[in-house]
């Protein structure tokens, strides 16, 4: 997409053409840490936020009662229309080729790649590859004794392509993900489960959406503890623990036997019941991924009060897939064994639709830019998620599925959702993918949040009957000491929508603002300790590990950090830090041995 | 001495750690000497000093010749060999105890340094056990401390501090803290599925660990008194008796003492040692108004040392008891008010808080003593005594201190930055961050050796 419309010749291979926008998971986009990649794919001028918009049947905004840089936007989109929405608009963009058909190799000319292999033979010269497989390569999927080879549910697995990149100098690795059952929207007993309705003024994720609009509420249910002994009885039928499924799935996302077993204590577990699109049939089970056999996912699912006539339309499976072991791309998503072949979304080890949009858009750019002989673009990890992101696939090695979470950032208190725009949009105009006047629009918007705050830091209140009252009767607060509007409105207890409305510095801006603007003056103080806090870190990233250094000759390392650091050898103490399982406790002794090291003096 | 500077991180240097060799007990002659040396190399070293060492014979003191470059005997002295990783520094160790002249010294070390040793910087051994995990930094202060303990309770604090009294109570704090802020972020990562964390139970939990911090914090009164010491500055008018009592209680002839008033014109200070706290022992001139210019400077700098005292003893004479000085700015209780020479008092004195004492006649100055040891240790009783934080460890828990009481106030996702820094205080105090910066601090105050 970004490609195309930054003047390159694109065409997309794919499997199916039909099934472009497919969303096999739960048909939701954002979240708490993914709501902020999909703010900042916008800014960049991306589609996904916008086709969630156009598509979404229920918005929310998690953790609204907290401040803006843990805003986590989410919306549950309808399934079939967001696919169609997606399918539309690459057909509908000038420089895309659609091309249905199976890459199977890649054709390398020298040591670049030049194209690839259709199955069928054809051949396609391209200056530059993006290979974004998703969970297709050398796929399995599980549901309880049954194993068949296949990407997703009907369809099939992306087999060739996997031995040619080994070739390549590719060093793969097995991942696993799931999903959990689908069943009739008439079988659910709605009235025993908990309503969620959707944000009474839902806000959309696009500079390019007006308004949208909530259609239906989503609800709660709740496992009862009889669930953990059906799956206890049938653990040994699980693919999962039965041993027959290898790969690493994601912690943070388990399945529901996966959570019985590791988390024996809880009685109960929390299950969303989703509707997948606004007028169908098929409601998502979130929380009850699972690939236990057919018949013990009927028992469980049925063991749910409100849920004990449940209609399965779909069982949940287990997927086992290939992916790229992480630290072989460059940060421009480059492969840096094979020239020419950028790479993106699952095959890079992380995992939902977020990750996925923001590694393609930025694999995309930066391979067209290739082409075209222009600059890509680049986030730095203090910039944007998007940066974490790629920071973290280029240089840690994550062993299980990735997903994006806000403590994933160290500057979290300056990438709020409500800054994505002010951050990134300028390099989207750039690159040509948000248009100007769009970002003057912004621009606008931003000084007059910047105006207000320094108004209300400014706003000196002094402690006189009159401003008392005032100040009393707009916020419930008593002034007892000089201060500021800006020293009132960092208070813990200030109710915004009372004062949003009444006071004159805040009165002209958006709802959405006055909130934004409140939530940065509550951060001021701390934004400054964490920029200080910034450039302790830039320090530490310099610190150089020689070539050859005996990370072995380490006692007191456990052995896996030591082999860790031993296999990838990390050159800066920075590069140390990252690696998966480190330890402060152990970089410091990687810092200790350094000095230790360097005091003789010898060369 | 190599400095130690931020240099060094950087050098560029080959596979693992060397082989460093050091004199353990002091410079000078004396009966022995130890020679200590750490590293992979011991064995090579050892093949060549004193090839009838037997390493495959680990702490085992063996009777052994040490031969020089030329192959001739240098001594004949006691070596042990500790194999890795048990071993002070965790790694191979060679303690060679030689008698103790110079030159034999020195002999042995030029010699191993042929062989491929190196000479340590001062702490380097210490530094060493730390970077392999056989303590950490708190317990590597201990053993400076208790290397350089010149009382009772700095080398019983010291010792305690050494082996984990302190580090005990930091390591579980640190750990809460760490958990407290996985619960932290959790409940901002994961509230969609369900994650709570109340506020009430977050305040809860971080008041425990700040009450925690208070704790030991506490204890700083307690390391301050025995590392530093206290200050006893005797005060009184001209003749009073001051430098009498100075001498007394030093017993030692130490201050020139005579019966005209103002004899004493400067301040005057000497050590000593009090129930195993180390106190500086003050005499000053007699407080008076004078027209003499060296005399009010005396005057002067009697008020100063009294502003600074620990403890001020004020000393007024029996023959002329109504003569006293008045003190500005210094708290009663920090005052210990004295009748001195007492044997020429007919009457005993009413007021309870005023002791009497006599150096002439012995009388009462065992129990003035005693006061006077009774309150310099007061910080100690108050306390349990086996932890007593120092300067360091006061700065870091003060500063974890702040961020644990922010966090109270803060909404919730600036709350994990600041619990996340408090943590970060601790793992510094620790040695689990190499700031190289605390790191320097503490190993540059270490003797060569250790």
């Known amino acids: 997409m970004a490609g195309a419309r930054m003047g390159a010749s694109v065409a997309v291979v794919t499997l199916h053409l039909e099934t472009i926008g497919q969303m096999p998971c739960n048909p939701s986009i954002g979240g708490i840490g993914k709501g902020h990649l999909v703010a900042e794919i916008d800014a960049l001028g991306g589609v996904q936020g916008w086709a969630a918009d156009r598509t979404g049947i229920h918005f929310r905004l998690l953790n609204a009662s907290r401040g803006p840089a843990v805003w986590g936007p989410r919306a549950q989109c309808d399934k079939d229309r967001y696919a169609t929405i997606m399918r539309r608009l690459l057909l509908g963009t000038r420089g895309i080729d659609l091309i249905e058909g199976e890459a199977t190799d890649l054709v390398v000319g020298g040591k670049a790649v030049c194209g690839v292999v259709l199955a069928d033979g054809r051949r396609l010269k391209a200056g530059a590859v993006v290979l974004t497989t998703g969970t297709f390569l050398g796929a399995v999927l599980h549901t309880g004794e049954d194993r068949r080879a296949g990407g997703r549910f009907g369809e099939r697995p992306s087999i060739g392509m996997g031995r040619s990149w080994v070739g390549a100098g590719l060093e793969l690795r097995r991942f696993k993900t799931g999903t959990p059952p689908r069943i009739h929207r008439d079988s659910v007993d709605f009235a025993r489960l908990e309503e969620q309705v959707g944000d009474e003024r839902p806000r959309g994720f696009s500079w390019r959406t007006t308004g949208v609009r909530n259609y239906t509420p989503c609800w709660v249910a709740r496992t009862p503890p009889q669930v953990q002994a059906i799956i206890e009885e049938n653990l040994e039928r699980s693919p999962l623990f039965a041993g027959q499924i290898e790969g690493v799935g994601p912690r943070y996302c388990p399945s529901i036997e996966d959570k019985i077993v590791r988390f024996p204590h809880h009685k109960e577990h929390t299950v969303f019941v989703e509707p997948e699109t606004r007028a169908g049939n098929s409601i998502y089970l979130n929380g009850l991924s699972t690939s236990l056999p057919e018949d013990v996912q009927v028992a469980v699912v049925r063991a749910v009060p409100g849920l004990e006539r449940a209609q399965f339309l779909r069982y949940g499976y287990a997927v086992e897939y290939d992916v790229v072991a992480p630290r072989q791309v460059g940060f421009d998503l480059a492969a840096e064994a094979v020239p020419g072949l950028y790479l993106a979304g699952q095959l890079l080890g992380t995992s939902g639709y977020e990750e996925a949009a923001g590694l393609g858009l930025m694999a995309g750019i930066n391979a067209a830019a290739s082409v075209l002989g222009k600059e890509g673009a680049r986030v730095d990890r203090t910039e944007g998620y998007i940066g974490v992101l790629i920071d973290d696939v280029v240089t840690r090695d994550h062993r299980e599925p990735y997903r994006m979470f806000t403590s994933r950032a160290e500057n979290r208190l300056m990438l709020g959702v409500d800054s994505a725009r002010e951050r990134l949009m300028v390099a989207g105009v750039r690159l040509g993918l948000v248009p100007e006047r769009v970002f003057h629009v912004e621009q606008c918007r931003w000084e007059a949040r910047r105006q207000a705050i320094t108004q209300l830091e400014a706003t000196q209140l002094n402690p006189n009957r009159e401003t008392v009252e005032m100040v009393l009767g707009m916020t419930g607060v008593e002034v007892r000491s000089p201060t500021t509007w800006a020293g009132i409105l960092r208070r813990q207890d200030i109710d915004i929508r009372r004062v949003g409305d009444t006071l004159s510095g805040l009165a002209h801006l958006a709802p959405e603002d006055r909130e934004v603007v409140i939530g940065r003056l509550k951060y001021r103080g701390y934004i400054e300790r964490q920029e200080r806090e910034q450039s302790r870190l ?50 410091a002794l990687v810092a200790g041995r350094l000095a230790t090291r360097g005091q003789g003096g010898k060369p | 001495m190599v400095k130690a500077s931020s240099s060094r991180l950087s050098s560029v240097l080959s596979g693992c750690a060397d082989t460093i060799v050091a004199q353990a007990t002091a410079n000078g002659s004396g009966a022995l000497a130890i020679i200590r040396f750490s590293g992979p190399e011991i064995q090579a070293v050892a093949e060549r000093l004193c090839p009838r060492l037997s390493v495959a014979r680990p702490r085992e003191a063996q009777l052994v010749a040490l031969l020089g470059r030329d192959g001739r005997e240098i001594d004949r002295g006691v070596c042990t060999p500790y194999a890795a990783p048990r071993s002070f520094t965790g790694e191979d160790m060679l303690e060679a105890v030689v008698h103790g002249s110079p030159w034999v010294v020195e002999e042995v070390i030029a010699t191993s340094v042929s062989l491929g040793a190196r000479r340590a910087v001062p702490g380097e051994f210490t ?96 390391g301050e008194r025995v590392r530093e010491g206290a200050r006893v500055v005797i005060v009184g008018p001209p003749n009073s008796g001051k430098s009498t009592l100075f001498n007394a209680l030093l017993a030692r002839e130490r201050a020139i003492v005579a019966p005209c008033p103002g004899t004493t014109r400067d301040v005057l200070e000497a050590g000593l040692d009090m129930g195993g706290v180390p106190v500086v022992l003050v005499d000053t001139a007699g407080v008076r108004s004078t027209e003499d210019i060296v005399e009010a400077e005396g005057v002067r700098r009697a008020e100063a040392a009294a502003a600074g005292a620990d403890l001020v003893v004020l000393l007024r004479s029996a023959d002329s008891p109504r003569e006293t000085v008045e003190l500005w700015g210094v708290e009663k209780d920090r005052i210990l008010e004295v009748i001195s020479k007492s044997d020429l008092l007919e009457v005993a004195p009413t007021g309870e808080d005023v002791m009497t004492a006599s150096c002439v006649a012995e009388g009462g100055l065992a129990e003035l003593r005693e006061a006077i040891e009774r309150i310099v240790l007061a910080p100690l009783q108050a306390h349990d005594g086996n932890v007593a934080i120092n300067r360091r460890h006061k700065e870091a828990l003060s500063r974890a201190q702040e961020h644990l009481e922010r966090s109270l106030l803060a909404p919730r996702e600036v709350a994990a930055e600041d619990v996340r820094e408090a943590g970060e205080a601790l793992e510094e105090l620790l040695g689990l961050i190499d700031t190289e910066a605390v790191l320097d601090a503490v190993f540059a105050s270490f003797c060569l050796g250790k």
Request: proline share 3%; aromatic share 4%; charged share 25%.
């Open chain 1, 538 to 587: 830039v320090r530490l990233r310099g610190v150089k590990i020689p070539a050859g250094f005996g990370f072995r000759s380490i006692s007191g390392l456990s052995r896996e950090i030591m082999e860790e650091m031993e296999r990838t050898r990390p050159r800066t103490l920075s590069e140390a830090a990252q690696l998966a399982g480190m330890t402060p406790a152990a970089l």
């Open chain 2, 127 to 222: 530094q060493r056990a730390v970077a392999n995990g056989k303590m950490d930094l708190v317990q590597a202060e201990g053993v400076n401390e208790l290397v350089r303990a010149e009382t009772r309770w700095q080398a019983r604090l010291a010792r305690e501090q050494m082996h984990g009294s302190l580090s005990g109570r930091i390591s579980p704090l640190r750990e809460k803290i760490t958990g407290l802020r996985a619960r932290i972020e959790a409940s901002l990562d994961f509230v969609d599925q369900g994650v709570v964390l109340s506020d009430e139970e977050l305040r809860g939990a971080l008041g425990e660990c700040i009450g925690a911090v208070r704790g030991l914090l506490a204890s700083f009164v307690v």
